[in-house]
């Protein structure tokens, strides 16, 4: 099983940038995909981005097209999210977790997400 852990969170102003980086952990012998994940006020998480095992594919949500870009990293099963122009609200807790490109828009369900990182845009 796979733990994914997420870094780079913070208090930025409107207009700002960010870069998150997620990390994954335990032994597999595959590359997986990873997506980034955002919870409402509604504790619902929905997907931001995601990018496929191979790189070769990605999705966006229409809020975030054009400001945020999503990679894969150099070490296996890493991806970081650039989030630039952001705008107040942008502001909630993003996770990471392994993701399909093709299931990756709307409402997701896991069994269990890790601590995710706060983003907060403010002036």
């Known amino acids: 099983q796979l733990r994914f852990v997420e870094s780079g969170g913070g208090l930025v102003q409107p207009g700002g940038s960010l870069r998150l980086s997620c990390a994954a952990s335990g032994f597999t012998l595959d590359h997986v995909g990873i997506g980034w994940f955002r919870q409402g006020p509604g504790k619902e998480h929905e997907g931001v981005a995601c990018?496929?095992?191979?790189?070769?594919?990605?999705y966006y949500a229409d809020s975030v097209k054009g400001r945020f870009t999503i990679s894969r990293g150099n070490a296996k099963n890493t991806a970081d999210l650039q989030m630039t122009r952001l705008k107040p609200q942008d502001t909630v807790v993003y996770y990471c977790t392994d993701a399909d490109p093709e299931y990756c828009s709307g409402y997701v369900r896991r069994s269990s997400w890790g601590q995710g990182t706060p983003v907060t845009v403010a002036s």
């Open positions: 990018i496929s095992r191979s790189g070769g594919s990605t």
